[in-house]
């Protein structure tokens, strides 16, 4: 048992490669509907937080100061910067 270790996760001589995956039909139909799923929940999140994004871009607009809507809306301020289009 040359280069057996007690203290890992297996009982391998040296590290194996993990097999590729291939779907099997059934697999591939649960995969596709998870992704189908999310494109849904995405686009529904979309048009939820598109009246909130104007409202926070007309308060931007009029010089409220970012932490004063982070503050208002429970939100850490880099949530706020998002919302306005900004990447973090």
Same mark, same amino acid.
């Given at each position: 048992m040359r280069?057996? =270790?007690?203290d890992k996760s297996n009982s391998y001589? =040296?590290?194996?490669?993990r097999p590729k995956?291939?779907?099997?039909d059934?697999?591939?139909r649960a995969i596709e509907a998870i992704r189908k799923a999310a494109r849904a929940r995405e686009q529904k999140l979309a048009r939820i937080n598109e009246p909130l994004d104007k409202a926070i871009a007309a308060a931007?607009?009029?010089d409220v100061?970012?932490?004063v809507i982070a503050e208002t809306l429970?939100?850490?301020r880099d949530t706020v910067y998002? *919302?306005?289009? *900004?990447e973090m």
């Open positions: 280069g057996y =270790v007690l001589d =040296v590290a194996m490669p995956f291939s779907p099997t059934d697999q591939r931007a607009g009029m100061p970012i932490t429970g939100w850490q998002r *919302h306005l289009g *900004h």
